[in-house]
Each structure stands twice: as structure tokens, then as C-alpha cells.
């Protein structure tokens, strides 16, 4: 009794075996004819990474979301890879690998080049670490960046982890994901999906349940709470839906957010918006009491959510991640902050300032109010600035400022986002149209465009001109002299002014007519 109460301290014994087997799950081996994974939907080039990693002789797994799809039915859109080789071991067996990151290292294996190009991403499995047992340190990342340089496991007085990056066996991996259904490892070669905790079960279900205590789990990294209302909104249309445990304690976690740095919080935003399922997360957003407080910009994105500018802005995001097409944040924020920018380049304007230095003035002010001090914020800004510029500049349709815009490295996205301004009624369509045939069409007949603008504001201007009328004379009053002929151009004209005759000089006048007085 003695001896078993000493390994159960020193966690040998039998029962603290079991206690950890059952903690990190059991490890089950799932055939194809179990699974159901059509292999044609798996990537050549992650297929090979696993391959290349196995003849190595290291162990190696598609693993998370693209299993989950897989199981779906889905082809996904990324693959990622799990193995044991640690990063210099993975990168010493690719061409061309990268290992990137900091906090947590792993390896870039990049496929192609160009626009074609394909990332496969490579990690490394890590230890489930208790944070019961992790060094605690006072602040965040920067503030305590010192004490944690040493440091292998290190949390906050929250219980943020701070510091985790052990290399460790697959079911500790597998424990350390979040949801059960982003916890399956998929063999291509041999097509079996290993699973720990019922992961297929929970897919067959349509539920999403986080692995362990989920409010712990949100202690440890709240942007948990971000990613459970991405994975319910991106799999609500299949019927997934958040298990009751799960959902639970997420509004109470919400506060824990602050402490998360804003640059991570900005990238979250951005999934939430950019991966096709914008309109879809506003609306879990909602559901789950979250629309206000995760960040001060997406506040704004759900505030804005139901002004027709604003969601046909995010349905066409919706729309063009759908057909596979890139989406830029810079043009759905300029988007969402547009109503900000007009509404200050309209006081502006109201107090006699110059147009084009008035917007600029608005657009800097909208920067500082709304987008703070991020990663990036200067290439963003730069883009949400073009786009906002031309706007005023498509009004222009004569010269060359026509041909200069659709030179211009932004038309296509400062075009998009007239588009849109027409489609709600801000703008006439027929500008839009205008603009549309323009792009398509060859020199001739762009300068037959314009010229066909410029007749018709000539014609404008003539209507818009006053008509001159004659003012008649006084009834009864004896003219100075006849009135002239009506002017041939009709009655708009002034009437012709008549020309005096010169009287010749009484005396010393030569001539005939002289001669015939004598």
C-alpha cells in the first residue's frame, strides 16, 4: 500500500497510468472502410511531404483542419503536416524548407513558384504541459520578456501560456489541440486516420467540443474564443453547431481578450472575415452574446453589419473566397470605415476646404480613430487610401485622367468598390457601366468614349444656359429709329444693332452732287 501511494506520487504507479491514458485520450486506428476519406481530394504535395518524412524514418500525418474536411467530404484548402522530426531535421530534407516563428518554430515546404506556388506546413509534436506545474510570471510577452528567455513553460497570472514549445509524443499533441474534431491524424499511404478523442464521432454528430475543460482551455489561450466562432460559423451551413459545455463559459472568457496582443487580434478579425463565411461569423457573433468587445474594429463590422453598403461588401467576400478568388482586407475595411470617411470629407467641404486635401484630412483622421497601431498598418493604409481617393476621381471623365486610372496599379480594387456604391444606390449605375466598358476596350475606342462625355456635357451646358429675350417697348411711344431685322439663329438671339449712316459736311463737299447745286 505503502509503495503504491509513493508511485502515485512519483506518478509510476498502474493508476496513474491509466489516469494519464485516459487524459490524453485513446489512441484508435480507423480504417478507410471506417472513414470513408476519398484519397483524391488529399494534395499531391502534401501526400509527399509525408512520404519524403516516412522514408526517413520519422513518423508523419496530415493532421487538423484538412482531416477534418477530408471527413467532410471537403477538399480543403490547406494541408498541414505533423511529425516527430524536429524542424532542422524536417528542413534538412526539402529543397526548399523555411523554418519561421518564435514562439513556436516550425517549417515552411514550399511547392512551386509564383502564384502557384503551394505552403505546406510542417510542426512538430508537442508535449501537453500541465499549467499547474508552468513557472508564472508577472505582465505579457514584451514585459516580461526577460524572465521568460529561460523559460520552457510559462504562464501568466491568468493562466495565459506565455511560453510552451516542448517537443513531446502524438497523443500529448493530439490533447494540446482544441476541438476533437481538429485532433485526427491522416496517413495518405496507408489511408488511416488515427484518432484520440472521438474526433470521428463528433464529425458523424455535427458537434464541436473542445478537448479538456473548456474554460480552462480559453484561460490558456483566449483566441480559443475566437476560433470556436470561426469553426461554428464556417460549419454551421453543414449543421455543425457548438456542444452546450463548450459554448458555455465563452462570454465569461470574453475579458480575457485584453491581454491578447492587438496584432493577434487584428489577424483573428481577419479570419473571421476573410476565409468565406463573413456574414455567417457576424451572425454567431450575435448568437453567442460576443458582438461587442473582442476588438474595437470588428465592434464596428457587427455594428455596420446590416447597412446594405456594408453587407453587400461582405457578401461579396462571401462570394469571391467561394469561387477561389484572392480578397483583400484592405478592401472590405475600406468598406466597413467608408460612411467614417465620407462624413468627415463632407464637414470638410462645408467649411470651404479644398477638396482633395479635405479627404486626405479624413482619411487620416479614420486611421487613427479606427485602425490604431497594428502589424502592417502601413501597407493597409496605403491601399485603403487609393481606394478611397479614386472614388472622387471617377467623377472625372475627360483628358487623360481616364486612361491614368485604369493604369493604375488599384483600379481594379477602387473600380470594385464603386461597383458596390452603385449597386446600393450612392452612385448612378451608369457610371459603373461606363467605367466597366472603358477598362475592356481598345484605345480607338476609349477616345470615342470620351468624346462622346464631353458632347454630352457641351450639350448640357448649352441647356443649362440662360435664354436672352427682347424687353418690348412702352405702348404708344415713337421709336428712335426702325427696329432691326430678327437675327436669322432664331428668337434666342440678340437683335442685330442697326448702323447710322454718316452725315457728309455741310460745306466744301466735292463731287457731282455739288455741281448739280450751282
Request: glycine letters at 8%; proline letters at 5%; aromatic letters at 6%.
Amino acid at each position: 500500500m505503502i509503495k503504491t501511494f509513493i508511485d502515485k506520487l512519483l506518478g509510476k504507479g498502474g493508476g496513474a497510468g491509466r489516469a494519464a491514458k485516459r487524459r490524453f485520450g485513446k489512441r484508435e486506428e480507423l480504417p478507410a472502410s471506417v472513414h470513408g476519406i476519398n484519397p483524391e481530394l488529399v494534395d499531391r504535395r502534401a501526400t509527399d511531404v509525408v512520404r519524403t518524412l516516412k522514408q526517413a524514418g520519422f513518423e508523419a500525418y496530415i493532421v487538423g483542419g484538412a482531416v477534418r474536411d477530408l471527413l467532410l467530404g471537403l477538399k480543403p484548402k490547406d494541408f498541414d503536416v505533423a511529425t516527430n522530426a524536429t524542424p532542422e531535421q524536417v528542413k534538412g530534407l526539402f529543397r526548399r524548407a523555411f523554418i519561421i516563428g518564435k514562439r513556436f518554430r516550425i517549417v515552411h515546404v514550399v511547392h512551386g513558384r509564383g502564384r502557384e506556388h503551394e505552403v505546406i506546413e510542417v510542426s512538430t509534436f508537442r508535449a501537453y504541459l500541465d499549467n499547474a506545474a508552468a513557472e508564472q510570471v508577472s505582465g505579457n510577452e514584451r514585459t516580461s520578456k526577460a524572465q521568460l528567455a529561460g523559460m520552457q513553460h510559462a504562464v501568466d497570472a491568468s493562466g495565459r501560456v506565455l511560453r510552451d514549445n516542448v517537443w513531446g509524443p502524438q497523443d500529448e499533441d493530439a490533447t494540446r489541440r482544441d476541438f476533437t474534431v481538429n485532433a485526427m491524424y491522416y496517413d495518405p499511404e496507408t489511408q488511416v486516420v488515427v484518432d484520440f478523442h472521438k474526433g470521428l464521432d463528433d464529425a458523424r454528430k455535427r458537434v464541436l467540443r473542445m478537448i479538456g475543460d473548456p474554460a480552462t482551455r480559453y484561460r490558456e489561450d483566449p483566441v480559443r474564443i475566437i476560433r470556436a466562432v470561426r469553426f461554428a460559423a464556417k460549419l454551421s451551413a453543414l449543421g455543425f453547431a457548438l456542444e452546450p459545455k463548450t459554448a458555455k463559459p465563452l462570454l465569461a472568457c470574453e475579458p480575457l481578450l485584453q491581454d491578447v496582443p492587438q496584432s493577434r487580434l487584428f489577424d483573428e478579425m481577419l479570419k473571421l472575415l476573410q476565409t468565406g463565411h463573413a456574414l455567417a461569423s457576424i451572425a454567431q457573433l450575435k448568437k453567442l452574446g460576443l458582438e461587442k468587445g473582442i476588438y474595437p474594429l470588428l465592434d464596428v463590422v457587427v455594428e455596420r453589419a446590416d447597412h446594405p453598403f456594408v453587407q453587400a461588401a461582405l457578401a461579396d467576400t462571401d462570394r469571391r473566397v467561394g469561387e477561389g478568388k484572392t480578397v483583400a482586407p484592405s478592401f472590405l475595411l475600406a468598406c466597413v470605415l467608408w460612411q467614417d470617411v465620407k462624413a468627415g470629407w463632407e464637414q470638410r467641404l462645408a467649411r470651404n476646404e479644398h477638396a482633395f486635401p479635405a479627404l486626405q484630412d479624413a482619411i487620416d483622421e479614420v486611421f487613427d480613430k479606427r485602425i490604431g497601431d497594428v502589424s502592417g498598418r502601413g501597407k493597409l493604409a496605403a491601399d485603403m487610401r487609393e481606394i478611397w481617393v479614386m472614388q472622387p476621381r471617377f467623377e472625372k471623365r475627360s483628358g487623360s485622367t481616364p486612361f491614368s486610372m485604369v493604369a493604375h496599379i488599384r483600379f481594379r480594387a477602387g473600380f470594385d468598390f464603386l461597383r458596390l456604391r452603385a449597386d446600393v444606390g450612392e452612385v448612378e449605375e451608369g457610371l459603373a457601366e461606363w467605367w466597366q466598358q472603358f477598362s475592356l476596350a481598345d484605345d480607338a475606342r476609349r477616345e470615342d468614349m470620351i468624346e462622346q462625355v464631353r458632347e454630352e456635357q457641351r450639350a448640357r451646358q448649352r441647356k443649362a444656359q440662360p435664354v436672352v429675350r427682347r424687353v418690348p417697348k412702352p405702348t404708344g411711344a415713337a421709336p428712335a429709329e426702325a427696329p432691326a431685322e430678327p437675327d436669322a439663329q432664331g428668337d434666342g438671339a440678340a437683335p442685330k444693332k442697326r448702323r447710322r449712316r454718316r452725315r457728309k459736311p455741310a460745306g466744301g463737299a466735292s463731287g457731282p452732287a455739288a455741281g448739280e447745286g450751282a
